[in-house]
């Protein structure tokens, strides 16, 4: 008997396993955790992201019908990606690309640059020319009425990405006249190694390689067009940091005990006191109890009672200050 119940015990359990399997489901998945990227600023947040990734794609299409403009024929760029980064790794990137670069300007401050790859600059320039070129020649040395013409190129580029700037709630961001040199592309993203850079890479749609069109600005220079400006909370001074602090401490529960005395009495003692035993403590009835947050003693007060329950009349703060 005890046996067939066992196994009729054992079918009842599978069977219920089984429907629980049914209603709930395949257990959840725990997400996989994601390394903090430590090398990589955290300034945007994942919506402003968001916001800055379809500013880029719009970008793109502004960028891609100026050049049609321009090369005298359909070209279109696509978005590479929208990365940030320390100024720091920039320096790298800048050191190893080969670029032709102007800098943007936030007044009279320079914020960022145009950055065009060698590998396609001489055929836009022909292209712009009239002349009949594949869409990416060999890299050659540009006279200087090519250079010219490419710094026509890169301003009008650097202008519709300005345009783009402000379209989109940022602000405008001319280009600075003449190519960058190498020093100057060094100390225009050098100066601090930590501070915070965002990189829009475009890319030609045909190739599908590496950027042509590269925009670096700093995250300050793009708040706007990220939303920050609009949804950042307005400054608040030291003081009102401090009230709103203190207002929440002041609402934090804790549980204080009161402590009328204490008494040291060996185990037999205390193993032998028996309901009417008296237990003496080692405080007189005229002094006050103590007030107690956690081992710590912060006011005294003496036995009182109220509606109907214990209570403490409050003497002193602990130190001795009344109130």
Same mark, same amino acid.
């Given at each position: 008997?005890?046996? @067939?119940?066992?196994?009729?015990?054992?079918?009842?359990?599978?069977?219920? @396993?089984?429907?629980?399997?049914?209603?709930?489901?395949?257990?959840?998945?725990?997400?996989?955790?994601?390394?903090? #990227?430590?090398?990589?600023?955290?300034?945007?947040?994942?919506?402003?992201?968001?916001?800055?990734?379809?500013?880029?794609?719009?970008?793109?299409?502004?960028?891609?019908?100026?050049?049609?403009?321009?090369?005298?024929?359909?070209?279109?760029?696509?978005?590479?990606?929208?990365?940030?980064?320390?100024?720091?790794?920039?320096?790298?990137?800048?050191?190893?690309?080969? +670029?032709?670069?102007?800098?943007?300007?936030?007044?009279?401050?320079?914020?960022?640059?145009?950055?065009?790859?060698?590998?396609?600059?001489?055929?836009? +320039? #022909?292209?712009? @020319?009239?002349?009949?070129?594949?869409?990416?020649?060999?890299?050659?040395?540009?006279?200087?009425?090519?250079?010219?013409?490419?710094?026509?190129? @890169?301003?009008?580029?650097?202008?519709?990405?300005?345009?783009?700037?402000?379209?989109?709630?940022?602000?405008?961001?001319?280009?600075?006249?003449?190519?960058?040199?190498?020093?100057?592309?060094?100390?225009?993203?050098?100066?601090?190694?930590?501070?915070?850079?965002?990189?829009?890479?475009?890319?030609?749609?045909?190739?599908?390689?590496?950027?042509?069109?590269?925009?670096?600005?700093?995250?300050?220079?793009?708040?706007?067009?990220?939303?920050?400006?609009?949804?950042?909370?307005?400054?608040?001074?030291?003081?009102?940091?401090?009230?709103?602090?203190?207002?929440? +401490?002041?609402?934090?529960?804790?549980?204080?005990?009161?402590?009328?005395?204490?008494?040291?009495?060996?185990?037999?003692?205390?193993?032998?006191?028996?309901?009417? #035993?008296?237990?003496?403590?080692?405080?007189?009835?005229?002094?006050?109890?103590?007030?107690?947050?956690?081992?710590? +003693?912060?006011?005294?007060?003496?036995?009182?009672?109220?509606?109907?329950?214990?209570?403490?009349?409050?003497?002193?703060?602990?130190?001795?200050?009344?109130?």
């Amino acid at each position: 008997m005890t046996l @067939l119940m066992s196994q009729f015990d054992a079918q009842l359990v599978a069977g219920l @396993l089984k429907a629980a399997r049914v209603r709930t489901g395949p257990a959840p998945q725990e997400p996989e955790a994601k390394e903090f #990227d430590w090398k990589a600023p955290s300034r945007f947040t994942p919506d402003q992201l968001a916001r800055l990734g379809d500013f880029a794609t719009g970008l793109a299409g502004a960028v891609s019908a100026a050049l049609g403009d321009l090369l005298r024929t359909k070209t279109v760029l696509e978005l590479h990606g929208v990365t940030q980064h320390y100024a720091s790794e920039l320096q790298a990137w800048q050191s190893q690309a080969s +670029v032709y670069c102007v800098a943007l300007a936030d007044g009279q401050t320079r914020c960022g640059l145009v950055a065009l790859a060698r590998s396609c600059a001489a055929g836009w +320039v #022909d292209r712009s @020319l009239g002349a009949k070129t594949g869409p990416q020649e060999a890299p050659r040395e540009l006279t200087s009425v090519e250079i010219a013409i490419l710094l026509d190129i @890169l301003g009008t580029l650097a202008g519709a990405f300005s345009q783009a700037c402000q379209k989109a709630g940022g602000k405008k961001l001319p280009s600075v006249s003449g190519l960058l040199k190498a020093e100057e592309i060094e100390e225009l993203i050098g100066r601090e190694a930590a501070r915070e850079y965002c990189k829009i890479a475009l890319r030609a749609s045909e190739g599908k390689g590496d950027p042509v069109l590269t925009f670096v600005l700093t995250c300050d220079a793009l708040e706007g067009v990220a939303g920050s400006a609009a949804t950042r909370a307005s400054p608040t001074s030291t003081e009102a940091v401090r009230k709103a602090v203190m207002a929440h +401490v002041e609402q934090v529960p804790i549980t204080v005990r009161v402590r009328l005395g204490q008494a040291q009495v060996a185990m037999g003692e205390l193993m032998r006191l028996e309901p009417g #035993d008296v237990l003496l403590l080692d405080r007189s009835c005229d002094e006050p109890a103590e007030v107690l947050v956690g081992q710590r +003693v912060v006011m005294s007060g003496f036995p009182a009672s109220c509606e109907g329950q214990y209570a403490l009349r409050i003497a002193a703060r602990a130190g001795g200050a009344k109130r």
